[in-house]
C-alpha cells in the first residue's frame, strides 16, 4: 500500500498550515461582514472592505473547492526519525 | 448503687431498636462505597416482583444479598443467566442493613459468572478508580477539538475497518484535511505497548493538531487493550486534542474517559473531528449576500444622505428668498411712507421752478412767476402776484 515517500515536514507541515488560514480567512470575512453592515462608515471605507472582502472570499471558496484529502502513514527509521509515505487509501 | 433495668428514667439513656438499626445502618452505609465481592451462589431466589435474592459465601462466611429489579432486569438483558447454585461469580455491591430484620446484606448491581470476566471488571474498576482520583477523566481537562483539523494523526490498526470508516468519511466531509496512520495492533498482548509508542510517537508528528484513536467493535476482551492503565496515561499526555473511539456506541473504554472527546463509533470519531465542507461552503455563500447587501446598503444610504443634503439646501435656499422678499417689503413700505407724494395726499402742495427743483422760501417766488403746483393728482400751473 505504501507508494511515494515524501518528507515529513515541509510540503505536508504547509498543507496543514493550510486550515488554520482558512479560519482566519473566515473569521476576517465575519468582521467585514459586520462592520459593512453596521451604520457608520463611509462610502471610501466601505468599498474598501468590500474589496478586501471579495478577495478573501474568493480564496476560501478555492481552498474549500480545491482540496483532495491526503492520507500518509508514519514509518519509523532504524535511527529512529520518521518518514511519512503516502497512502492508496 | 444497684440499676433498676425498669426505671423509666433509664430511657434517657436508651436507645430503641429502631434507632439502633438506623444508626448501624448508617454507619455501615457512611463506611462503604460499592466494591466487588468474589464468592459462591447459593439459595438464589426470583420474586415475581423482579427482584433476586441469594447469599453469597465463601470457606467460613455468607452474606445475604438482593439485586434489585432494575439490576436483574439489565443482567438479564446483557444476555445472561441467572447464577445457578454453586456458581462463582464477582458482585458490584454496596454494604447495607434491612433495618426491619436486622440483618447486614449486600445490594447487588452487577454480577459477573467467569473468573476471566471477573478479574477484568476488577482490573478495570482499578485502574478506573486510580486515573479518576488522579483527575484524568476531569472535565476541567478537556481540551476543544480545533475548528479546522488540518492534520489528523490516527492510531489504529491500519487493515482494520476503523481507518477506512475514519478515511471515507473525512474524504466525504473535509478532504482539507492530512490524515497521518500512526500503525498499531488494538487488541492481543502485545498491543497496549504498541499503542502506548503510537500515542508518544503523535507528539512528533509535525503539521498534526488532532489525534483519533480507536478500533472496531469486537468481543468485550479484544477491547481490553482500551482500559489499559499505561495507554490511558500515554493518551492522557498527547499534546494535540485527542478524540476516542472504541468498539460499538454501547463500549465505554477508560480510554473514552480520558480522551478530550469521546465517539460512539470510528466514524462518529471522523465527524466530529472535522468539519463538513459543504455547511462550510454554504457559510461562505452566505458571507458572500451579505458582503454585497452590505455594500448594497451602505451606497444606499450615501445616496439617501446626499437626497436629504440637497432638500436641506433647497430649504435653506427657499428660506433666504422669503427672508429677502419680506426684507422688500418692509423697505418699500418704509419708502412710501417717506414719499413726499404721500404728504400731497393729505392737502399740501409742493411748488417746482421751471427747472423742476422745490420753491422752498420766499426768495424762490419773485412776483410775475410762474411756477408749477404739484397736487395729489397732478400739476398746476400757477403765478406770484
Partial sequence: ?89 | MSLSLFDPTIDLGAITVSQLNQAVREVIEGEFGPLWVHGEVTSFKAYSSGHWYFTLRDESSQVRCCMWRTYAQRHREAGQQPPAEGTRVFALATPGMWEEKGEFRLSVTKLMATQAMGDAALAFERVKRLLQAEGLFDVARKRPLPEFAGGIAVVTSPDGAALRDVISVTRARWPLARIVVVPTSVQGERAPAEIVRALALVDRLEGVDLCIVGRGGGAREDLAAFNDEAVCRALAAVRVPTISAVGHETDVSLCDLVADVRAATPSNAAELAVADRAEVLHRVDGMAARLAGGLTRRTRLAAERLERSADRMQGALDGLRERRRATLERLAAQLDALSPLKVLGRGYAMPTGADGRVLKRRADFPPDLVFNLRVSDGDVRARVE
Fill in chain 1, 1 to 89: 500500500m505504501p507508494k511515494r515517500p515524501s518528507t515529513a515536514g515541509t510540503a505536508a507541515a504547509e498543507a496543514a498550515a493550510e486550515a488554520p488560514t482558512l479560519a482566519d480567512e473566515l473569521r476576517r470575512l465575519e468582521e467585514i461582514v459586520r462592520l459593512l453592515e453596521a451604520d457608520d462608515m463611509d462610502l471610501d471605507a466601505a468599498l474598501a472592505l468590500f474589496e478586501e472582502g471579495v478577495r478573501r472570499l474568493q480564496r476560501a471558496r478555492h481552498t474549500l473547492e480545491a482540496a483532495e484529502l491526503k492520507v500518509q502513514t508514519v514509518l519509523e527509521e532504524a535511527g529512529g526519525s520518521l518518514r511519512l509515505v503516502d497512502l492508496d487509501a
